[in-house]
């Protein structure tokens, strides 16, 4: 229905029917438009209260007159009050004096506990007062608690099921003492309790159970005044082992980061759960975990703890938690308050005659501080003792001056912080501070032919001050001494030519700069000038195992290839490739690299298996044993696999007259029989025996300071079984950490998230839910930020549910009243988000 305008945010909706469930919805206007609908839950059109039961703020005492009148009729009582560890008593004012054995006393105040004696009056006067009596506490009227909110199956084994569910919403006005457990075996309508004593946890274990049966279960909770409601679970739950993959435990004493002074000790910890139960390896990204580590394991937990810590114990510490289910990972960041590391690529910038330029770069580990300076030393090479050279160095380079000319130095450089100075590192070479240049480093033989000999080297270490010029290169014939400058290279190589073939040669190289030559650099060893034969080789080490897999396909067998728009064949001096673009199934087989020269030919043979989705099933599908309620489906496995075994059939159905497909239901049974069925037989049944496929990627809408509404669509698998509900997830952007997001599932593809802060950016993921489990997480939303919009808007109203909940010490039985109106919320207990998504 609509009404034309409706200006206050109340509106009675007449002409309802009474005993229909209705459910209603209101959107905000503004000169912008209409904004998005607010939906009520389904509420039923009866009256929501019971009738007053008796008040709560009176006591009705009674007694019995005394055994002695003092000989004179007993004329009325005298009755007093007081409260409880109180002195003094007061007199219960009444209208008329109190004839009867009987009295009701009113106006007390609520939950407080009062004491009470009486006097007989006659004509002789006031009596000696009765026994005080025991503490009464004026309290507002007892009643059943409300079932619990939900009843869901989170665990299973093959003898067993265990439940767990939410406490009742209302408790009846008195404590719950605990709760009783039935079950009901397959569709059989008698339940049978299961638990002796009252279960006063919030969950429970059901033993002794038959293998792959289907059992129902019901809650109920118990308080002083009797068994309340009941609640069922959802659809049966088969008695079966679950398999579930790795997940941590979060509470409020984890800490992901842990700062540790040098010596001290620190423990890493979490709590997790899986089945089968995950085993935990612990991993140190920057290497191997120290000596001092020890890692205690037990079920459901993993510690690691570090003893006598230095700054090679800090880094990131991952616990890795796998199972055949699925795997996961939690990263530590441990920090060790300690000195520096060592320096790193210590190198001279400059050498000169009587000075050197150091330069190096900051230590990996900081130990935990900023670094405020380094310390370099010096010392001679013929000595032990070590010198500082010039103050303290706040930058990463240092010269160093008043050098002997002539003598080799050593050098090292150390880091300091607040906590001391560190390890230092020391160059394994002296240097000599002098004009000329380093010798040339790692003089190497590149190639040779019949007259030719292919050098090469390197650098030197230093330039002596200027430029280096050109490299001298020399060589002298095995067996003498004599050696010849055979050219100069201004280049880090060089080939010298007009060798005798047969002979062996020694060469060495010198650098020069403006002040002279360096100390030669020589090869180790002589060299024999002649041709090399080479068998010929590939190398295939980049090919695992020499099969390639991939998503796409190559096609060769005894074709040549040769270059083309997808084909493209490349060949260097030493190296040859071949790509395809465009795979297809086709394009794989046998690939056949052959090398030939002089001295001979070798062909490698390479097999690439191309996998992609398989063709479809060989027809024609045969149908056979039908009946009014079944029959049997036959088709012939695929022509092409794709590569990789069939996992899987998916059959659905769809009725004369409609364009929609529909998996069929568990009622309406189908046998699928084909040549290689997955249990090994030519004959499976098609049932609800694994969780459902993951939801699709969540969409985040109507984004406020506080809230966030997600959407989503359903698995396109279910498992064989309804979906029953969905469970989400959030995170903040840059934590690591999934944090369960609502309390009971959520039965629509649709939530609203509250309680935000303001100003962060979080994430969300779905998991879906049947009677074999939960499924993987979606993907992950796209990050969305806290905030209000910005500009001008209208939001939706927010629906109010009212009840006369007023308590007057004249009448308080109208609590009996709200009791009944909370019940009733109960059995209606679905989520204002739930029912936005169902009536959209």
């Known amino acids: 229905m609509a009404c034309s305008r409706v200006e206050g945010t109340q509106f009675k909706v007449p002409n309802l029917v009474k005993g229909v469930q209705y459910q209603f919805r209101v959107c905000a206007e503004n000169r912008y438009g209409v904004s998005e609908p607010l939906v009520s839950q389904m509420v039923i059109a009866k009256h929501q209260f019971r009738p007053p039961g008796p008040p709560a703020e009176s006591i009705t005492l009674a007694w019995t007159p005394p055994t002695s009148d003092g000989g004179s009729p007993i004329l009325h009582y005298i009755l007093e009050k007081r409260e409880k560890k109180t002195v003094r008593f007061y007199r219960v004012l009444s209208k008329k004096p109190i004839a009867e054995c009987a009295h009701t006393v009113s106006h007390l105040t609520e939950d407080v506990e009062y004491e009470f004696r009486v006097n007989a009056v006659n004509d002789a006067g006031i009596g000696s007062p009765s026994n005080i009596s025991l503490p009464i506490k004026a309290a507002g009227p007892k009643d059943i608690p409300c079932a619990p909110s939900v009843v869901c199956v989170y665990d299973s084994t093959n003898t067993s099921i265990s439940l767990e569910w939410s406490k009742p919403a209302d408790d009846g006005g008195s404590d719950i003492l605990g709760y009783i457990v039935e079950m009901a075996k397959g569709d059989e309508p008698d339940w049978s309790r299961v638990n ?178 380094y310390v370099v030393e010096r010392r001679e090479a013929t000595r032990r003792t070590w010198q500082q050279s010039g103050g303290k160095c706040t930058q990463n380079v240092m010269k160093i001056q008043d050098l002997l000319e002539g003598v080799p130095y050593f050098f090292r450089v150390s880091a300091e912080n607040q906590h001391g100075v560190g390890e230092p590192l020391e160059m394994t070479e002296p240097v000599i501070a002098t004009a000329e240049p380093a010798p040339p480093k790692r003089l190497d033989i590149v190639d040779t032919t019949d007259s030719s000999v292919s050098l090469s080297w390197l650098k030197p270490e230093h330039d002596g001050g200027s430029r280096v010029q050109c490299y001298v290169i020399e060589t002298r014939l095995k067996g003498t001494d004599k050696w010849f400058v055979v050219g100069t290279a201004k280049n880090l190589s060089y080939v010298v030519e007009k060798l005798n073939k047969g002979d062996e040669y020694h060469f060495r190289v010198k650098a020069r700069n403006e002040s002279g030559l360096s100390r030669p650099r020589e090869t180790p060893a002589p060299v024999l000038v002649r041709e090399p034969h080479i068998e010929p080789a590939a190398d295939l080490s980049e090919i695992s195992n020499q099969l390639i897999t991939c998503r796409s396909a190559w096609r060769l067998e005894e074709m040549r290839l040769k270059n083309s728009e997808r084909v493209s064949v490349k060949v260097t001096k030493d190296r040859t490739s071949i790509s395809v673009k465009d795979a297809m199934r086709g394009d794989g087989g046998k690939y056949y690299l052959t090398l030939e020269n002089v001295a001979g030919t070798k062909t490698f043979t390479i097999d690439v298996n191309v996998t992609g989705r398989p063709n479809p099933p060989l027809g024609p599908v045969e149908i056979s044993n039908i009946t009014s309620q079944s029959c049997v489906v036959n088709w012939d496995a695929p022509e092409d696999d794709g590569g990789t075994d069939i996992t899987n059939y998916i059959v659905e159905k769809r009725e004369s007259g409609s364009s929609a497909w529909h998996k069929p239901t568990e009622s309406e049974t189908i046998v699928a029989e084909h040549p290689y069925s997955m249990n090994g037989s030519r004959t499976s049944r098609l049932t609800a025996t694994a969780p459902p496929g993951p939801p699709t990627r969540p969409s985040v809408l109507n984004i406020s300071a506080n809230t966030m509404t997600l959407k989503w669509e359903e698995p396109y698998h279910d498992g064989g079984s309804e979906v029953t509900g969905y469970w989400i997830e959030k995170k903040e952007r840059n934590n690591i950490l999934w944090v369960r997001e609502n309390k009971i599932p959520c039965f629509e593809c649709f939530y609203k998230a509250e309680d935000l802060v303001e100003g962060l950016e979080y994430q969300f993921r779905v998991y879906a839910m049947n009677s074999a489990g939960l499924s993987k997480a979606s993907e992950a939303s796209k990050g969305a930020v806290a905030q209000n919009p910005v500009g001008e808007y209208c939001s939706p109203p927010q629906m109010l549910i009212t009840s006369d909940l007023r308590l007057t010490r004249v009448n308080v039985s109208i609590f009996r009243r709200a009791k009944q109106a909370r019940s009733d919320k109960c059995n209606q207990d679905h989520s204002v988000a739930q029912m936005a998504a169902a009536a959209e």
């Open 196 to 373: 002796g004593e009252l279960v006063t946890q919030t969950q429970y274990a059901v033993t002794g159970l038959d293998t792959g049966v289907e059992y129902k279960f019901r809650v109920a909770a118990v308080n002083q005044v009797g068994r309340g409601e009941d609640m069922a679970t959802l659809e049966p739950a088969r008695a079966i082992d679950r398999l579930a993959p790795p997940q941590v435990d979060i509470d409020a004493a984890f800490k992901q980061t842990h700062i540790v002074k040098a010596g001290g000790s620190v423990k890493l910890g979490v709590q997790f759960r899986g089945k089968p139960v995950p085993v935990a390896t612990w991993l140190k990204e920057e290497g191997a975990l120290g000596v001092m580590s020890e890692v205690t394991t037990a079920e459901g937990s993993s510690t690691l703890h570090l003893e006598n810590c230095s700054r090679s114990d800090s880094g990131k510490y991952t616990v890795n938690l796998e199972n055949s289910s699925g795997s996961k990972a939690v990263t530590f960041t441990v920090r060790v308050m300690d000195t520096p590391g060592a320096p790193q690529a210590l190198a001279f910038q400059e050498v000169s005659r009587g000075s050197v330029t150091l330069a190096w770069q900051p230590p990996l580990n900081d130990g935990g501080a900023r670094i405020h300076h």
